[in-house]
């Protein structure tokens, strides 16, 4: 079972930049692609974005495509979310998912 726990969420205003953290533990983060999804509120959770084991392909929803990168680092067993020029539409808690396990999520607020 894999444990993940997510960082740097944060309150930002609209056109700013924030970067999500988080952090596998209990398996080797190589063995696992990587998702983050969020939860806007009062909707559903939504991908956001992902990226294989080795890192070498992405794939981002249309929402963020161009403004969000994701990325990882399997020696230090944690994966990013670099969010750029974001919007008050970003704004919801951020999950990464590994496999069958889930985060508790961390909160990203923009405001105008």
């Known amino acids: 079972q894999v444990q993940l726990v997510e960082s740097g969420g944060g309150y930002v205003q609209t056109g700013g930049s924030l970067g999500l953290a988080c952090f596998a533990s209990?398996?080797?983060?190589?063995?696992?692609?990587i998702g983050w999804f969020r939860r806007p509120p009062g909707k559903k959770r939504e991908f956001v974005s992902a990226?294989?084991?080795?890192?070498?392909?992405?794939v981002y929803a249309d929402s963020v495509k161009g403004r969000f990168i994701i990325s990882r680092n399997n020696a230090n067993s944690t994966a990013y979310l670099q969010m750029n020029d974001l919007r008050s539409e970003d704004t919801a808690v951020y999950y990464c998912?590994?496999?069958?396990?889930w985060g508790r999520g961390t909160l990203v607020t923009v405001s105008s």
């Open positions: 998912n590994l496999g069958s396990s």
């Open positions: 209990g398996r080797a983060l190589s063995e696992y692609p």
């Open positions: 990226i294989s084991k080795s890192g070498m392909t992405t």
